[in-house]
């Protein structure tokens, strides 16, 4: 079993940035890929950007160049620097968790971010 606990959603204006971070415990593989994904009101869950545990990255093209997501493997903790906040990035953002070949995927509780206009 693996626990996800994120944090450093909020309530931010328009052109603001926030910081969320996904920290792992458990039976915590050395071959793992942390994620994050988002659900908007009425939409399904999507990917946002995923990090292996050697440090290859991936981003869903609508957040390119805005959010970066890294990792501490030392802390077991992923992390998403989202910057120049649009309305529409408003979601849940959950933190995923997945082994090799994603034969065990944990999912963590979400944190809503809410950007204003």
């Known amino acids: 079993q693996v626990q996800l606990v994120e944090s450093g959603g909020g309530l931010v204006q328009a052109g603001g940035s926030l910081r969320l971070s996904c920290a792992a415990s458990g039976s915590i593989l050395s071959y793992n890929a942390m994620g994050w994904y988002r659900q908007a009101p009425g939409k399904q869950r999507e990917l946002v950007a995923r990090?292996?545990?050697?440090?290859?990255?991936a981003y869903a093209d609508p957040w390119k160049g805005r959010f970066t997501i890294s990792r501490d493997n030392a802390k077991n903790t992923v992390y998403l620097q989202m910057n120049s906040l649009k309305p529409e990035d408003t979601a849940v953002y959950y933190c995923?968790?997945?082994?090799?070949?994603?034969?065990?995927?944990?999912w963590g509780q979400g944190t809503q971010v809410t950007v204003s206009s």
């Open positions: 995923r968790w997945s082994d090799y070949g994603d034969e065990h995927v944990y």
């Open positions: 990090i292996s545990y050697s440090g290859t990255i």
